[in-house]
């Protein structure tokens, strides 16, 4: 439904087609939410009247108009706004800001998330190992009588974790671990 809904979408005054929304442009996030508000009331056959009847309920003021105003780019929506429409949706709001083009994918729109979180993660974990190392190394800058016993217990025990990882992510190597069959052959 979406695919037929959505035939141009507007960005800073310029007009975007359907064929190159399919490359990948990103809208502002005020015309995403306009787009995929129109597009997620209609998905559920409500009328404006309808869509505000809900918000109103919800405890978001929003006349009829408002609600065509935001559709048609002739209002801007607030935060506040913004919530409300997720809420009555029961969407999550970066899903609402997001491309609406792959907003009807809500799978896909929850795996972007789970990859954007986990790429987070990934940043801070690489800021925790260079502190901890640069900790490390002020240290044995300090004490470099252990510095190479150190050293050789830090790579030894990232060799380790490396190869759990692998271990984990691939399965254990063709042949056993030693390159050998594991079936008396």
């Not at 800001?97 to 792959?102: A, S």
């Not at 640069?134 to 470099?144: G, R, S």
Request: one cysteine or more; a negative charge.
């Amino acid at each position: 439904m979406l695919q037929t809904a959505v035939h141009c979408y507007e960005r800073k005054g310029a007009s975007v087609t359907e064929e190159e929304s399919s490359e990948g442009v990103l809208l502002s996030g005020e015309a995403n939410v306009a787009t995929r508000i129109r597009v997620e009331r209609e998905a559920r056959g409500w009328s404006t009247n309808a869509l505000s009847d809900r918000l109103n309920e919800a405890g978001f003021d929003m006349n009829p108009s408002a609600v065509w105003r935001i559709e048609n780019g002739k209002r801007r929506i607030n935060l506040d706004d913004a919530i409300g429409f997720a809420e009555v949706f029961g969407i999550d709001l970066r899903n609402l800001v997001g491309p609406p083009q792959l907003a009807a994918k809500t799978r896909a729109m929850e795996l972007i998330d789970e990859v954007l979180d986990a790429f987070r993660a990934t940043q801070r974990a690489n800021m925790a190992f260079t502190e901890a190392r640069n900790a490390l190394d002020a240290y044995l800058t300090e004490h470099p009588d252990i510095r190479e016993e150190a050293d050789l217990m830090v790579q030894s025990a990232i060799a380790e974790e490396a190869n759990r990882t692998m271990l984990k992510m691939h399965g254990p190597p063709p042949g056993g671990r030693d390159g050998h069959s594991t079936d008396g052959v």
